[in-house]
């Protein structure tokens, strides 16, 4: 099959120049010790999620989709960020989430008795004999606030402007 052939709208990858970019990545993640995580919303082409995941660190999700997607699909490290949750949505991302950020002050109140539950029992569950061999164990789940430091670099986008 050609390329003139390929039903559209189609994406074509090119695998070796994408793994060439991946390495560049992993190296940055060696050299200086920070974590790049794959941005799903810019690219959730999630049948290439194994072989990103042999590179870099993990997935960033804006909600409970996205980051069941990168838990399932790379099963790296997973951190969501999303301007409102829902107490449903903040049951199951405990579960499959490492990183959480919050939007406010008000939601890290909300939410933070939730979460420290849930790392409370994951050290529990550490501790026993209970949890079945093929049961994946559950995630501590750090928390983080975001903050806008005023400082707009946008012009006419307001909507999207977090300051």
Not at 95 to 105: E, G, Q, T
Not at 127 to 138: A, D, F, G, I, L
Request: aromatic share 8%.
């Amino acid at each position: 099959m050609t390329r003139n052939d390929l039903p559209t709208p189609s994406y074509l990858v090119d695998e070796k120049k994408l793994k060439e970019n991946l390495i560049i990545l992993q190296e940055l993640e060696r050299e200086t010790g920070c974590h790049v995580l794959l941005a799903q919303k810019a690219f959730s082409m999630y049948a290439l999620y194994p072989m990103i995941g042999r590179y870099i660190s993990g997935t960033t999700a804006s909600g409970l989709y996205e980051a069941r997607l990168g838990y399932e699909e790379m099963g790296r490290e997973n951190h969501v960020f999303a301007p409102a949750y829902k107490d449903a949505d903040v049951t199951e991302l405990v579960k499959i989430c490492d990183h959480m950020v919050f939007n406010s002050l008000a939601q890290y109140a909300k939410y933070r008795d939730k979460i420290a539950l849930h790392n409370r029992m994951q050290e529990e569950n550490r501790t026993t004999e209970s949890r079945k061999e093929s049961e994946k164990p559950m995630q501590h789940v750090s928390i983080g606030i975001r903050i806008n430091p005023e400082f707009s670099t946008q012009e006419g986008h307001a909507i999207y402007d977090p300051c």
